[in-house]
């Protein structure tokens, strides 16, 4: 499973980004997907995710509110709709894969696929 996420870039505060990831696989309705983020010096946190059997979000308590993730099966896509941006949203973004279980879950160690990562940089 190859995952490529997309999107990123340089937004203003209260302004908005929505992050693409694209994976690989034929049974990517199945996967969980989930959305993590590293800010400079700082360990990576989970941001929320999706489940493949029924759609249902989680998200961090940082977060909750202001950003959205949904998934288009028919494109193999998730995406990280994200309002409201605050500077302290500014990190590498990256997707991930967990492609058995229906849970989602926020340990990094229970993912299977991650991507490269991108860019979002949030100014004041």
């Known amino acids: 499973v190859q995952l490529a996420e997309s999107g990123g870039g340089l937004a203003q505060g209260g302004g908005s980004l929505n992050l693409s990831c694209a994976a690989s696989?034929?049974?990517?309705?199945?996967?969980?997907m989930g959305w993590f983020r590293q800010a400079p010096g700082k360990e990576r946190e989970f941001v929320g995710g999706?489940?493949?059997?029924?759609?249902?979000?989680y998200y961090a308590d940082s977060v909750k509110g202001r950003f959205a993730i949904s998934r288009d099966n028919t494109k193999n896509t998730v995406y990280l709709q994200m309002n409201s941006l605050k500077p302290e949203d500014t990190a590498v973004y990256y997707c991930?894969?967990?492609?058995?279980?229906?849970?989602?879950?926020?340990?990094?160690?229970?993912?299977?696929?991650w991507g490269q990562g991108t860019q979002v940089t949030v100014s004041s």
């Open positions: 696989g034929r049974s990517f309705s199945y996967y969980v």
């Open positions: 999706i489940s493949g059997s029924t759609g249902s979000t």
């Open positions: 991930a894969a967990k492609i058995s279980g229906i849970e989602v879950p926020w340990r990094e160690r229970e993912y299977d696929y």
